[in-house]
């Protein structure tokens, strides 16, 4: 594990333009479970109930999906970001990198001191919620006590359409300005460093895969195996809060 930090270590120092991607893996270390993990969200709810299509369409896919909202809200306020999200953010302050792309919608990334405008959620975000027709907002807050009370969450009071949380969810489309920054940071990168993702959900997981035919090197932070492993440049087998931490210290920043 030693060589393979040196090897980051180096790596990021010889960059000059340095992308970051992460996924839930990223956040596990904060108390967030990741997905497909044992005990993730998926070993909670069922993701074909989940799409969009079903959200609009199915009352009872609806209610399942705030269902999951009311849980996530509960257990992930207050969470903190850990070593390997303040790693990135001070990569960053120190001009070693482009930005995170990130398909996480905890916010972590933000509350460890990145840049707002250098954080690319692909996925939307779990803090605002947004009605689907007109877009008027709805405090996160407000709809978690709604849901906590047991009620439901009425309509759009403007236009009657719904409401929902402004993660982007199975089938619905990615937001496309956010989407077309962050393949424009992957065509350029030198760098591209992918961390706690499983690489298995598209079109996100096609970034890295575009960083690396179009000659960025790609390393992968991961506790698992992932389907782009024979396309990276250097693998790293660990928990991205304790790496990332061991490949700060070898640049003489921690
Ligand atoms: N350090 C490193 N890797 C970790 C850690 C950790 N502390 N904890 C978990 N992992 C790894 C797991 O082994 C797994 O391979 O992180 C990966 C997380 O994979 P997923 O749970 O599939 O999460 P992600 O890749 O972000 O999923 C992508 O799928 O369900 C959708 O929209 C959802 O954004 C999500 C997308």
Same mark, same amino acid.
């Given at each position: 594990?030693?060589?393979?930090?040196?090897?980051?270590?180096?790596?990021?120092?010889?960059?000059?333009?340095?992308?970051?991607?992460?996924?839930?893996?990223?956040?596990?270390?904060?108390?967030?479970?990741?997905?497909?993990? $044992?005990?993730?969200? @998926?070993?909670?709810?069922?993701?074909?109930?989940?799409?969009? #299509?079903?959200?609009?369409? *199915?009352?009872?896919?609806?209610?399942?999906?705030?269902?999951?909202?009311?849980?996530?809200?509960? %257990?992930?306020?207050?969470?903190?970001?850990?070593?390997?999200?303040?790693?990135?953010?001070?990569?960053?302050?120190?001009?070693?990198?482009?930005?995170?792309?990130?398909?996480?919608?905890?916010?972590?990334?933000?509350? +460890?001191?990145?840049?707002?405008?250098?954080?690319?959620?692909?996925?939307?975000?779990? @803090?605002?919620?947004?009605?689907?027709?007109?877009?008027?907002?709805?405090? @996160?807050? *407000?709809?978690? *006590?709604?849901?906590?009370?047991?009620?439901?969450?009425?309509?759009? $009071?403007?236009?009657?359409?719904?409401?929902?949380?402004?993660?982007?969810?199975?089938? #619905?489309?990615?937001?496309? *300005?956010?989407?077309?920054? +962050? #393949?424009?940071?992957?065509?350029?990168?030198?760098?591209?460093?992918?961390? !706690?993702?499983?690489?298995?959900?598209?079109?996100?997981?096609?970034?890295?895969?575009?960083? +690396?035919?179009?000659?960025?090197?790609?390393?992968?932070?991961?506790?698992?195996?992932?389907?782009?492993?024979?396309?990276?440049?250097?693998?790293?087998? !660990?928990?991205? !809060?304790?790496?990332?931490? %061991?490949?700060?210290?070898?640049? !003489?920043? @921690?």
């Amino acid at each position: 594990m030693k060589e393979k930090v040196a090897l980051l270590a180096r790596l990021l120092k010889e960059s000059n333009r340095t992308v970051f991607f992460s996924g839930a893996g990223i956040s596990t270390e904060s108390g967030v479970p990741d997905f497909r993990s $044992p005990g993730g969200i @998926w070993d909670r709810f069922d993701p074909d109930e989940m799409t969009f #299509q079903r959200f609009v369409s *199915e009352v009872k896919c609806r209610r399942s999906y705030w269902e999951l909202f009311r849980i996530c809200w509960k %257990e992930f306020d207050g969470v903190l970001p850990n070593p390997a999200h303040k790693a990135i953010a001070e990569l960053e302050k120190l001009g070693k990198l482009e930005g995170v792309i990130t398909q996480n919608v905890d916010g972590l990334h933000q509350a +460890a001191g990145s840049s707002p405008d250098r954080v690319f959620e692909l996925h939307g975000t779990m @803090w605002e919620i947004r009605c689907l027709q007109c877009g008027r907002d709805m405090p @996160w807050k *407000e709809a978690h *006590e709604k849901l906590e009370r047991g009620e439901e969450i009425e309509n759009c $009071p403007g236009c009657g359409g719904l409401y929902k949380p402004a993660t982007i969810a199975f089938g #619905q489309s990615l937001p496309l *300005e956010t989407l077309r920054q +962050a #393949q424009e940071l992957s065509v350029h990168c030198e760098l591209f460093v992918s961390v !706690g993702s499983s690489l298995v959900v598209y079109p996100a997981a096609r970034l890295p895969e575009v960083a +690396a035919k179009s000659g960025g090197k790609l390393v992968i932070i991961n506790m698992e195996k992932t389907p782009l492993d024979d396309l990276a440049h250097l693998i790293i087998r !660990g928990r991205a !809060g304790e790496v990332m931490s %061991e490949v700060m210290r070898e640049m !003489g920043l @921690w």
